[in-house]
């Protein structure tokens, strides 16, 4: 995925759909004039674009697994079950988040990227620069909790969703005539019984407080 780094969200979700048309050669043949134009307009905004392909190693993977995870949880079916949070209300919650930590990835990329572009001639640049990189690595630890919170979530919901697998197929052997096991089967759980869905939840609620934060910081 690539985000667009502008604070203007009508901006952001115009480039985003002309990347994926574009991405996919997907344009339709009535937009198939105006594809120069709109190959202009993203190499306008070239700069503008948070392309994990395009940082350093180091903070692009970092962005990958945010990515990755966020995407996870919104494609989970457990939305549609009725047993997670509205997917309208999670996807807001997480693509802000999403979006912040791209932009601190941007913004780490780019300051790791000159320290090691600048030349280590002696003891004293070579300590001067580990201790930019240090620096650095430490103000990253809060873009690091925020993707490990996120990945945390993916993999509780995944978990979550085994666990309902599990709890339908069972009732299947037990020949209970239900419409829809996976819905019987999430009604009879509680937080107790079905502690991984407890800690998906939670977690999701953390991430909203963590945005909060964030923007009150801000």
Same mark, same amino acid.
């Given at each position: 995925m690539?985000?667009?780094?502008s604070?203007n969200?009508?901006a952001?979700?115009?480039?985003?759909?002309?990347?994926v048309?574009t @991405?996919?050669g997907?344009? @339709?043949?009535?937009?198939?004039?105006?594809?120069?134009?709109l190959?202009?307009?993203l190499?306008?905004?070239e700069n503008n674009l948070?392309?994990?392909?395009?940082l350093?190693?180091h903070?692009? /993977?970092?962005?990958?697994?945010a990515?990755r995870?966020?995407?996870r949880?919104l494609? @989970?079916?457990?939305?549609?079950?009725g047993?997670?949070?509205?997917?309208?209300?999670?996807?807001v919650v997480?693509n802000?988040?999403?979006w @912040?930590i791209?932009?601190? /990835?941007l913004?780490q990329s780019?300051? =790791?990227?000159?320290?090691?572009?600048?030349?280590?001639s002696g003891?004293?640049?070579r300590?001067?620069a580990?201790? %930019?990189?240090?620096?650095?690595d430490?103000?990253?630890?809060?873009?690091?909790?925020?993707v490990?919170?996120?990945?945390r979530?993916a993999e509780q919901?995944?978990e979550a969703?085994?666990?309902?697998?599990d =709890?339908a197929?069972?009732?299947?052997?037990?020949?209970?005539?239900v419409?829809?096991?996976?819905?019987? %089967?999430?009604?009879?759980?509680?937080s107790?019984?079905?502690n991984?869905?407890s800690?998906a939840?939670?977690?999701g609620?953390?991430?909203?407080?963590l945005i %909060?934060?964030?923007?009150?910081?801000?």
């Amino acid at each position: 995925m690539i985000l667009f780094a502008s604070d203007n969200p009508a901006a952001a979700i115009v480039v985003f759909v002309l990347v994926v048309m574009t @991405s996919k050669g997907g344009i @339709s043949s009535w937009l198939s004039h105006r594809k120069d134009s709109l190959q202009r307009l993203l190499l306008e905004n070239e700069n503008n674009l948070v392309d994990p392909a395009r940082l350093h190693a180091h903070e692009g /993977a970092l962005l990958v697994r945010a990515q990755r995870a966020v995407t996870r949880i919104l494609r @989970s079916p457990l939305h549609e079950r009725g047993v997670l949070n509205d997917r309208a209300q999670e996807e807001v919650v997480l693509n802000d988040v999403e979006w @912040s930590i791209a932009r601190q /990835a941007l913004s780490q990329s780019e300051r =790791r990227r000159r320290i090691e572009a600048i030349p280590v001639s002696g003891e004293r640049s070579r300590q001067d620069a580990e201790h %930019a990189l240090v620096t650095l690595d430490k103000e990253q630890e809060e873009t690091l909790r925020q993707v490990d919170t996120i990945v945390r979530m993916a993999e509780q919901v995944i978990e979550a969703e085994r666990e309902l697998v599990d =709890r339908a197929n069972a009732l299947r052997l037990e020949n209970l005539r239900v419409e829809d096991p996976w819905i019987h %089967a999430a009604s009879r759980v509680d937080s107790e019984s079905l502690n991984s869905l407890s800690r998906a939840r939670d977690t999701g609620q953390r991430i909203a407080e963590l945005i %909060a934060s964030a923007k009150k910081s801000s």
